[in-house]
Nanobody, 121 residues
């Protein structure tokens, strides 16, 4: 019913930039909440950035001023990452909460499969 697919990860030198994309397939649903999480080896998955349907955003302190979450008119969403640091290395996951357009089905939460981001010289 709802599928999220990330893309855009890769290897970048410190100080570089990447833009991650989350392609959303959600027929019959509308996204209410979208977010990016990351998980470094040996660590828990943590919230990096989030956006509510109305546009309010929130960022982890470690990425404020460097990362920007955004969305397009179709429901896909993105994470622009600038001034990347080695500690940003992780698998990045997109996550969404979707509500039924008909109002007859329960909300759905969905995760993407993850995309590797490696910051190294």
């Amino acid at each position: 019913q709802v599928q999220l697919v990330e893309s855009g990860g890769g290897l970048v030198q410190p100080g570089g930039s990447l833009k991650l994309s989350c392609s959303v397939s959600a027929a019959g649903y509308s996204v209410d909440f979208m977010a990016w999480y990351r998980q470094a080896p040996g660590n828990e998955r943590v919230l990096v950035a989030s956006m509510w349907r109305a546009g309010a955003t929130n960022y982890a302190d470690s990425v404020k001023g460097r990362f920007t979450i955004s969305r397009d008119d179709v429901q896909n969403f993105y994470l622009r990452m600038d001034r990347l640091k080695p500690e940003d290395t992780a698998v990045y996951y997109c996550y969404g909460v979707f509500r039924s357009l008909s109002g007859t089905r329960a909300p759905i939460t969905s995760w993407g499969q993850g995309t590797q981001v490696t910051i190294s010289s």
